[in-house]
């Protein structure tokens, strides 16, 4: 069964690096998603992503966020400067399409555990 | 008021009990009413979803919304230690859009 792929499954990085989260989404899907959950809290949305541009985007995700697709397969996170506070798991997720009237499923990757030292 | 909001538990239940799952939310533009499955430090899971309001059964799983009170339930029947997991609502709007999670409860079914 196809399934969406993270790497790498845990990052460690000093506060003020950049660090890009990789995502592997479902060949045919169409829309990706970014997620993170801070331990012992809840998944929050922060951006969607379809036809190579943000669809929406949480007040989360600040300037020091972006996202790309930067070669029609890999979907990467980047936070430009980590703070202590974006140590989180991160999720992609991804859907087939976004057909009006009904919902997709939205799948999701294992995780990539982000620990800002 | 949160968008949605879930009883945290933790809830710890004997093998073949019946679990009762809760979220409300306030959002009336919610249509979709998702109940994914999280295990320890995986990935959420989609376990089973409703359209609108009513019922909608699934083997030992049974989602229920009631869009008048604007609360979300999952049962499960029969509960399995292998169900022992955080479960999580996720209201959306449908199509695209971003899932809007509640916090999770966390079950436990002891053999």
């Known amino acids: 069964e196809p399934e969406v792929t993270q790497t790498p499954s845990h990052q460690v990085t000093q506060m003020g690096q950049e660090v890009i989260l990789r995502c592997v989404p479902i060949s045919n899907h169409l829309y990706f998603y970014w997620y993170r959950q801070i331990l012992g809290q809840k998944v929050e949305f922060l951006v969607s992503f379809y036809n190579n541009e943000i669809s929406e985007k949480s007040e989360i995700f600040d300037d020091q966020f972006s996202v790309e697709r930067p070669d029609g397969s890999n979907f990467t996170l980047k936070i430009r400067s980590t703070k202590l506070e974006d140590s989180a798991m991160y999720f992609c997720a991804d859907t087939l399409s976004g057909t009006g009237g009904m919902t997709d499923t939205q799948y999701f990757g294992p995780g990539t555990r982000l620990t800002v030292l | 008021q949160k968008e949605v909001e879930q009883d945290p538990g933790p809830l710890s239940v004997p093998e073949g009990a019946i679990v009762s799952l809760n979220c409300t939310y306030s959002n009336s533009a919610f249509q979709y009413f998702m109940w994914y499955r999280q295990y320890s430090r995986k990935g959420p899971e989609l376990l089973m979803y409703t359209y609108s309001s009513g019922n909608k059964e699934d083997g030992r799983f049974t989602a229920q919304v009631d869009k008048s009170s604007k609360y979300i339930s999952l049962f499960i029947r029969d509960s399995q230690p292998s169900d022992s997991a955080t479960y999580l609502c996720?209201?959306?709007?449908?199509?695209?859009?971003?899932?809007?999670f509640g916090k999770g409860t966390k079950l436990t079914v002891n053999p």
């Open positions: 996720a209201p959306t709007q449908g199509g695209s859009e971003k899932l809007v």
